[in-house]
């Protein structure tokens, strides 16, 4: 059986990644700012379309995942293998320098390497066997060296391991 995955929401502004001891996770809902380029809260609880919640309005399509109850009033499920939302990257999204990737997420089954983000050979964020997170980055698609002659770089984090059922914040 393939890991079943919920993701509550999403948002990709600026540069960093946090990964917050869970006193200092968000206690509500987050809200867009000036650098939010795209933010996914899954709360439709309906249809086909993941509504953005920032000022742009790249909504999401919604392939195969089911409307669920989440951290903050709606999620998505999501199998493991086929679900997910798709968004066309715009040109505000495609030549974005720096980003951050925020979530919650809730895991039935920690096994393998699960994405919970990502456009092909750019980027990704992923948990592997729910011990650890990390981010990829491919520079120009992986057909390009960068300074340091590498083609790809992968930035891994322990998070400790995942209490399945339970909700996490990265």
């Known amino acids: 059986m393939r890991p079943t995955n919920y993701a509550a929401l999403l948002v990709i502004c600026s540069l960093t990644c946090q990964f917050l001891r869970a006193q200092d996770s968000p206690l509500e809902s987050f809200r867009p700012d000036e650098q939010t380029l795209l933010l996914y809260h899954f709360d439709e609880g309906q249809g086909t379309v993941a509504k953005d919640a920032s000022r742009h309005g790249y909504d999401g399509e919604v392939h195969g995942a089911r409307w669920d109850t989440g951290k903050f009033g709606g999620a998505l499920t999501f199998d493991g293998r086929h679900d997910c939302v798709f968004r066309e990257v715009t040109e505000a999204i495609e030549n974005v320098k720096a980003l951050t990737v925020e979530c919650w997420f809730k895991q039935e089954n920690p096994e393998g390497r699960q994405f919970l983000v990502g456009k092909d050979v750019t980027f990704h964020f992923d948990l592997s066997d729910g ?8 520079n120009r698609g992986g057909a390009v060296a960068n300074a340091d002659g590498l083609r790809h770089q992968h930035l891994g984090a322990a998070i400790g391991p995942i209490r399945l059922g339970r909700w996490h914040h990265l």
Do not use: A, F
């Open 131 to 138: 011990t650890g997170t990390s981010i990829s980055l491919y």
